[in-house]
T-cell receptor, first 113, second 114 residues
Framework: DVKVTQSSRYLVKRTGEKVFLECVQDMDHENMFWYRQDPGLGLRLIYFSYDVKMKEKGDIPEGYSVSREKKERFSLILESASTNQTSMYLC????????????FGEGSRLTVL | SQQGEEDPQALSIQEGENATMNCSYKTSINNLQWYRQNSGRGLVHLILIRSNEREKHSGRLRVTLDTSKKSSSLLITASRAADTASYFCATGLTSGGGADGLTFGKGTHLIIQP
């Protein structure tokens, strides 16, 4: 069974803290993505990666960075968390063609106090 | 980036009835996909329809695509309480130039009343 695993389902952090959100996929997919989901705004793409050590900005990269040191792992980093980064974060992967099916993790709900 | 827009934003029907959701988009696409999201969970892929297809079926799901109108519809027949979820359309671009993934709409929240 294909699987995308996000390390934490729920996190509570304080303003200014550094936050790491980890995502691992077991499908040997080249492409991985980080989205955030907010009520009324839908899903917005933060960053994506189409290969190890490669990264591309999505629609809302400000305040975030990513790391892809291994093919199966894609990490989202909030260098200094702010309250407006309170959100649901969704990791996804896609194999082969860049317009194929996305496989999502269960999501990480981050609250920044 | 382009974005699909679902309509209606919310839909409440009785169990056993059919549910229809629509999606409109702005520019040429390679394919259009529908996803379901149960409350507080990740999205699950339901069905993909390519730009050269007009209709596709999967179980109780029927998807249509009208590229001239830049619109798609998702029909769920004989709805069940377990179909209660949010449904999103997502578009894959014609010109890739890189794995920029899919662009999602804001979703239709479907409630099936028992």
């Amino acid at each position: 069974d294909v699987k995308v695993t996000q390390s934490s389902r729920y996190l509570v952090k304080r303003t200014g803290e550094k936050v790491f959100l980890e995502c691992v996929q077991d499908m040997d997919h080249e492409n991985m993505f980080w989205y955030r989901q907010d009520p009324g705004l839908g899903l917005r793409l933060i960053y994506f990666s189409y290969d190890v050590k490669m990264k591309e900005k999505g629609d809302i990269p400000e305040g975030y960075s990513v790391s892809r040191e291994k093919k199966e792992r894609f990490s989202l980093i909030l260098e200094s968390a702010s309250t407006n980064q309170t959100s649901m974060y969704l990791c996804a992967s896609m194999g082969g063609s860049n317009t194929g099916e996305l496989f999502f993790g269960e999501g990480s709900r981050l609250t920044v106090l | 980036s382009q974005q699909g827009e679902e309509d209606p934003q919310a839909l409440s029907i009785q169990e056993g009835e059919n549910a229809t959701m629509n999606c409109s988009y702005k520019t040429s696409i390679n394919n259009l996909q529908w996803y379901r999201q149960n409350s507080g969970r990740g999205l699950v892929h339901l069905i993909l329809i390519r730009s050269n297809e007009r209709e596709k079926h999967s179980g109780r799901l029927r998807v249509t695509l009208d590229t001239s109108k830049k619109s798609s519809s998702l029909l769920i027949t004989a709805s069940r309480a377990a179909d209660t979820a949010s449904y999103f359309c997502a578009t894959g671009l014609t010109s890739g130039g890189g794995a920029d993934g899919l662009t999602f709409g804001k979703g239709t929240h479907l409630i099936i009343q028992p």
